[in-house]
């Protein structure tokens, strides 16, 4: 453990143990707006995520402001962390949430990042998962397995190799699948955007993306679900998503696939970032130098809205049934979220480049 992360962790668990009455009355928000920037478009998961949150988060915090979520997609969400990375605590009235498609970068060693997350203050995480979709033609001749799935030339509207498309782009090539990615997309809903209109055969969506538009497209006849990317277990074992529990994993359709394998170099690689991208997935961050006083508000408001009876219940219906982490917890998975072993990292940067030409060394 960093002598950095470990004084993160000292200071979340200060924030959980010393929320008196009397030092979070000493921060009011009434009458101020809170801006909550999220590096993405406002058609995808992380919208969907972050709009649950914030009147939530608005009820909790003192003096009730107005809490507000702007978008700043671009280059993949590196444009949105390059500009948080610049800005300066004043009033505690900027939140910035981040997702896969910004660790990855970061892990990658990406050229294009100007940002460390290590300077930044976790207050709040929360894990998700990922369906993968194909187009309802394609999607009769899918049996559980890859095998019928492998003569056809699918199109994707992707983000970006180096972002949260990568677990789903690796998890294909594994399969044997033919995937066209069309890169230059700014959300996830502009991926589905696509699909809907015919231009792409192929799609994922995140939970919440998942459960606000793309189930309605299953429901619809125009879109089979063929596979979650899982969840882990208590002891690290990828299993079913408990939000999606009669859709088969990934691990279990590459299991039933004719030439994938659940173990070595490649699938050690994908569960890596796998791991990285989803169960920590979704990290709201206050800007470096904010004072203690307003850390302990934003981490008690949190856990306010984390142990409301009616939480877990709107929470699974809006953006999937996943634990919610605050203070320590939300530091630990902000860790975990941008942490690979150097083999994992060294393997997808090589697949970068000899499927997409993308070098980043």
Same mark, same amino acid.
């Given at each position: 453990?960093?002598?950095? #992360?470990?004084? /993160?962790?000292?200071?979340?668990?200060?924030?959980?143990?010393?929320?008196?009455?009397?030092?979070?009355?000493?921060?009011?928000?009434? &009458?101020?707006?809170?801006? +909550?920037?999220?590096?993405?478009?406002?058609?995808?998961?992380?919208?969907?995520?972050?709009?649950?949150?914030?009147? #939530?988060?608005?009820? !909790?915090?003192?003096?009730? *402001?107005?809490?507000?979520?702007?978008?700043? *997609?671009?280059?993949?969400?590196?444009?949105?962390?390059?500009?948080?990375?610049?800005?300066?605590?004043?009033?505690?009235?900027?939140?910035?949430?981040?997702? &896969?498609?910004?660790?990855?970068?970061?892990?990658?060693?990406?050229?294009?990042?100007?940002?460390?997350?290590?300077?930044?203050?976790?207050?709040?995480?929360?894990?998700?998962?990922?369906?993968?979709?194909?187009?309802?033609?394609?999607?009769?001749?899918?049996?559980?397995?890859?095998?019928?799935?492998?003569?056809?030339?699918?199109?994707? &509207?992707?983000?970006?190799?180096? %972002?949260?498309? #990568?677990?789903?782009?690796?998890?294909? !090539?594994?399969?044997?699948?033919?995937?066209?990615?069309?890169? &230059?997309? @700014?959300? /996830?809903?502009?991926?589905?955007?696509?699909?809907?209109?015919?231009?792409?055969?192929?799609?994922? !969506?995140?939970?919440?993306?998942?459960? %606000?538009?793309?189930?309605?497209?299953?429901?619809?006849?125009?879109?089979?679900?063929?596979?979650?990317?899982?969840?882990?277990?208590?002891?690290?074992?990828?299993? /079913?998503? *408990?939000?999606?529990?009669?859709?088969?994993?990934?691990?279990?359709?590459?299991?039933?696939?004719?030439?994938?394998?659940?173990? %070595?170099?490649? +699938?050690?690689?994908?569960?890596?970032?796998?791991?990285?991208?989803?169960?920590? !997935? @979704?990290?709201?961050?206050?800007?470096?130098?904010?004072?203690?006083?307003?850390?302990?508000?934003?981490?008690?408001?949190?856990?306010?809205?984390?142990?409301?009876?009616?939480?877990?219940?709107?929470? @699974?219906?809006?953006?999937?049934?996943? *634990?919610?982490?605050? %203070?320590?917890?939300?530091?630990?998975?902000?860790?975990?979220?941008?942490?690979?072993?150097?083999?994992? /990292?060294?393997?997808?940067?090589? +697949?970068?480049?000899?499927?997409?030409?993308?070098? #980043?060394?």
């Amino acid at each position: 453990m960093t002598m950095k #992360l470990a004084s /993160r962790l000292a200071a979340a668990t200060l924030a959980v143990a010393g929320m008196t009455a009397p030092a979070l009355a000493e921060v009011d928000f009434s &009458g101020k707006t809170i801006e +909550w920037v999220i590096p993405f478009s406002e058609t995808g998961g992380s919208a969907k995520w972050a709009n649950f949150f914030a009147p #939530l988060l608005s009820e !909790q915090l003192p003096g009730n *402001p107005t809490v507000v979520v702007k978008f700043m *997609p671009g280059a993949g969400s590196t444009k949105g962390a390059n500009w948080f990375q610049e800005q300066e605590h004043e009033d505690g009235t900027l939140l910035f949430g981040t997702s &896969g498609s910004t660790q990855f970068p970061y892990l990658l060693n990406d050229p294009r990042v100007r940002y460390e997350y290590k300077d930044w203050i976790p207050v709040m995480a929360t894990g998700t998962g990922g369906v993968a979709y194909i187009n309802a033609e394609d999607g009769a001749k899918f049996d559980g397995s890859a095998n019928n799935l492998k003569d056809i030339d699918f199109i994707f &509207g992707s983000q970006g190799a180096t %972002g949260l498309d #990568l677990v789903p782009l690796l998890a294909w !090539q594994m399969l044997g699948m033919k995937v066209e990615p069309v890169f &230059g997309i @700014k959300g /996830r809903g502009d991926g589905r955007l696509m699909f809907e209109r015919g231009e792409a055969t192929i799609d994922y !969506q995140t939970s919440s993306g998942y459960l %606000g538009g793309a189930a309605d497209l299953v429901a619809a006849g125009t879109a089979v679900p063929m596979m979650t990317w899982g969840a882990l277990d208590e002891n690290g074992v990828i299993v /079913r998503d *408990p939000t999606f529990p009669d859709m088969p994993s990934f691990k279990e359709v590459c299991e039933a696939t004719e030439g994938c394998e659940t173990e %070595g170099t490649a +699938w050690d690689a994908w569960k890596a970032f796998f791991i990285s991208g989803y169960p920590s !997935q @979704k990290i709201a961050f206050l800007p470096a130098g904010t004072p203690q006083d307003m850390v302990d508000a934003y981490v008690a408001a949190f856990e306010a809205v984390r142990t409301d009876p009616g939480f877990k219940e709107l929470a @699974k219906n809006e953006v999937g049934d996943y *634990p919610m982490f605050v %203070g320590a917890g939300a530091a630990n998975a902000a860790e975990q979220a941008t942490t690979v072993s150097e083999e994992a /990292r060294a393997h997808v940067v090589d +697949w970068l480049k000899s499927a997409y030409g993308v070098t #980043l060394e």
